[in-house]
């Protein structure tokens, strides 16, 4: 079993810039793909953001390119999303999540979800 604790989530300005942390209990961290996927109230969850095994291949959700960062930290078992220019649309639930292989193919490569952690985008 895999354990993803997200951090960093609140509240922040329009324009303003939110960095979250999520923070994995697998020995063997490096050697998966993760992704961030967000729930606003209401709406299905979406796809933002995600990172190869190595941080070699990044790919992001049209609505945040440009905007968000993900990165990886594979001596310490976490993986972070720079979040930047904020806007309340971006505003909801924010989920770590870890995938079965080494590269994210798809919301049903996801083995692992964390609890979530709330951004919210004031205009």
């Known amino acids: 079993q895999v354990q993803l604790v997200e951090s960093g989530g609140g509240l922040v300005q329009a324009g303003g810039s939110l960095r979250l942390s999520c923070a994995a209990s697998?020995?063997?961290?490096?050697?998966?793909?993760m992704a961030w996927f967000r729930q606003a109230p209401g709406k299905e969850r979406e796809f933002v953001a995600a990172?190869?095994?190595?941080?070699?291949?990044?790919s992001y959700a049209d609505s945040v390119q440009g905007r968000f960062s993900i990165s990886r930290d594979n001596a310490k078992n976490t993986v972070l999303l720079q979040m930047n220019r904020l806007k309340p649309e971006d505003t909801a639930v924010y989920y770590c999540?870890?995938?079965?292989?080494?590269?994210?193919?798809?919301?049903?490569?996801?083995?692992?979800w964390g609890q979530g952690t709330q951004v919210t985008v004031s205009s």
């Open positions: 999540s870890q995938a079965r292989g080494p590269y994210y193919a798809g919301t049903g490569s996801v083995d692992y």
């Open positions: 990172i190869s095994w190595s941080g070699g291949s990044t």
């Open positions: 697998r020995r063997t961290f490096s050697g998966y793909a």
